[in-house]
């Protein structure tokens, strides 16, 4: 297939990864341009003073989308890139003092719901029936397919899905879909906040979104041993064994197109010829600085709304606090307040919930003797007029210290060292979207259509992979971006 076909690929973050394995396990001859000097984009790792961090993902989910990448590359995850289950999941820390321990065994769950709220323990299983029923309905549409190719979507096993509207919730939001199904409150708290792990406001949301729930108690939530970074180091060192010429540094100025069809990239001032590009950059920011397109198109990308962001915190701590886990969630004591400051005000929150992900607890070499890794993040607006980033950073350390000192953690005087990232660093590094961290938010039920597909419409030969194109923001869905631009492009060559 190689023949003629000259393959670009603009990025290198997972998205850009994954389509090159994919091509290139093909015979494609693929070249891959990132700009920054290390591959990954937001999934990456700073160190400082003898600290390593994760400064992306910290969770990984969907195990068998990796290994289905890596069984495609001619690999094994369990022998490159062993998984560690964690457990508890997650532990979360309500305003009320009352500690919850999240387990991914059902068993240990429905004990621990009936702990905090009996009459939930029931609700809790239904409540999981009824996540699974979503995954299982819509997973193979609006994960699996790419829903843009009508060709693709007509077939009759997933026209069960569109026959099965009222089993995918789409008319309740995230928040009234969950409520439906809890008496205590912290529950509700606990499951609305899910709707953030794709960058949306569960008040606005469609309750498809509760699908998210299921993926992790369902499938598990994992680390990968030595760091989230060694799934990078892993596709690096498979894309390379395939073929993939990998160039970092180097920053596209503009992809290429005779009106109707990709002629190649401008790269460093130079043109470089290209029979397809598959575009791992956003979405957005490709079709206002990258693409010379119609106004028209330009403006119908830049209405889409982008996800929340957020602010982190790396903190090197000169102490070791044996009640926190690998996760734990502070949650606010308002989080409807919460929300609003942020999908709504477009502020950072007066009362944030706080999510502290520390890894020296499975890798010890992560921190140095007696010490820990923290990564603080707190949910924060996409770029907006009239926000103060400095002042938001200051504000925001304090609130984080305040509530971590009403659960007793002491630790505004254990930090040894910092580097904060704020939304504008997240534009600034990979090019996000108004510094999005999720690509687009689901916010409004024809999210999953209006998300640009994996193919361009406008352009022939332009392929779109990651966050910010369909099926979404999160390591596994970007892996299947990847997958789907590669198919979509290999599809193209077959009926060419
Ligand atoms: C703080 C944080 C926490 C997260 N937590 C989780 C989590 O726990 N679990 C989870 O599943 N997901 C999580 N995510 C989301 C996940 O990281 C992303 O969805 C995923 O990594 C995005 O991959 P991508 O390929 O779409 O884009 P990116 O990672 O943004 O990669 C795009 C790449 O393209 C490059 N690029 C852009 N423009 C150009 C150009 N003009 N020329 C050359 N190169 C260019 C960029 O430098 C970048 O390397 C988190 C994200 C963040 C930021």
Redesign the pocket.
């Known amino acids: 297939m190689s023949g003629l076909n000259n393959i670009i690929i ?9 389509s090159a394995i994919h091509l290139a396990r093909h015979g494609l001859s693929v070249t891959l ?4 000097e ?7 790792e700073h160190r400082m003073n003898g600290y390593r961090f994760d ?7 969907m195990p068998f989308v990796l290994d289905d990448l890596l069984t495609a590359a001619g690999s094994d995850r369990g022998i490159d890139l062993p998984l560690i289950p964690l457990e508890p999941m997650c532990r979360y820390f309500f305003p009320d003092g009352v500690v919850f321990d999240a387990s991914s065994q059902m068993e240990e769950m429905i004990a621990a719901v009936t702990r905090l709220s009996p009459v939930d323990a029931t609700g809790f299983q239904r409540f999981m029936d009824y996540s699974r029923r979503i995954y299982d309905l819509t997973a193979p549409v609006f994960l699996f397919t790419p829903i843009h190719e009508w060709r693709r979507i007509l077939r009759w096993r997933h026209l069960r899905t569109l026959f099965s509207l009222p089993a995918i919730d789409p008319f309740r939001t995230v928040h009234q879909g969950v409520a439906r199904f809890f008496h205590d409150q912290r529950m509700v708290q606990l499951f609305d906040r899910y709707a953030t ?1 794709n960058g949306s406001n569960p008040s606005q949301a469609p309750a498809t979104l509760n699908i998210i729930p299921y993926v992790e108690y369902g499938f598990g939530g994992f680390y990968i041993t030595g760091g ?1 970074y060694r799934m990078v180091d892993a596709l690096t060192g498979l894309a390379k064994r395939l073929g993939v010429t990998i160039e970092t540094g ?4 503009k992809i290429l197109h005779d009106g109707g069809k990709i002629t190649g990239v401008r ?1 460093d001032g130079e043109n470089r010829p290209a029979t397809h590009v598959v575009c ?3 979405v957005v ?2 079709h206002t ?2 693409l010379d397109v119609e106004k028209s198109l330009e403006r119908r990308m830049t209405k889409l709304e982008p996800s929340l ?2 602010v ?1 915190f790396l903190w090197g701590i000169k102490n070791t606090y044996p009640e926190l886990r690998h996760h734990n969630i502070f949650f606010c004591s308002d989080y409807t307040g919460e929300f609003k400051e942020i999908f709504i005000d477009k502020q950072v929150p007066s009362d944030p919930t706080v999510y502290i ?1 520390i890894t020296s607890r499975a890798d010890a070499s992560d921190a140095p003797p007696g010490c820990e890794n923290w ?1 603080v ?1 707190v949910n924060a607006p996409y770029l907006a007029p009239n926000q103060d980033w400095p002042t938001a950073v200051q504000m925001l350390r304090t609130s984080v210290f305040r509530i971590l000192l009403q659960h007793g953690f002491d630790v505004a005087s254990r930090v040894a060292c910092e580097r904060v ?1 704020t939304p504008l660093d ?1 534009q600034t ?4 979207n108004r510094g999005s ?3 687009i938010s689901s916010n409004s039920r024809s999210t999953a259509f209006r998300r640009p597909g994996n193919r361009s419409r406008n352009i022939r030969g332009l392929y779109f ?5 369909h099926p ?7 892996l299947l ?2 997958k789907m631009a590669a198919e979509l492009l290999l599809d193209s060559l077959v009926h060419h």
């Open positions: 603009v990025g290198g973050g997972l998205g850009g990864l994954s341009l990132e700009q920054n290390t591959l990954g984009g937001k999934m990456n400064t992306g993902p910290s969770l990984m989910t792990y989230m180097v920053k596209v100025e790269a791992n950059a956003d920011t490709a600085d990258l962001s957020g982190i992900a990564f993040l990232l997240f590094l990979y090019g996000s961290i999720y690509g992979a990651g966050g910010s194109s979404g923001g999160g390591v596994p869905l970007v971006s990847g």
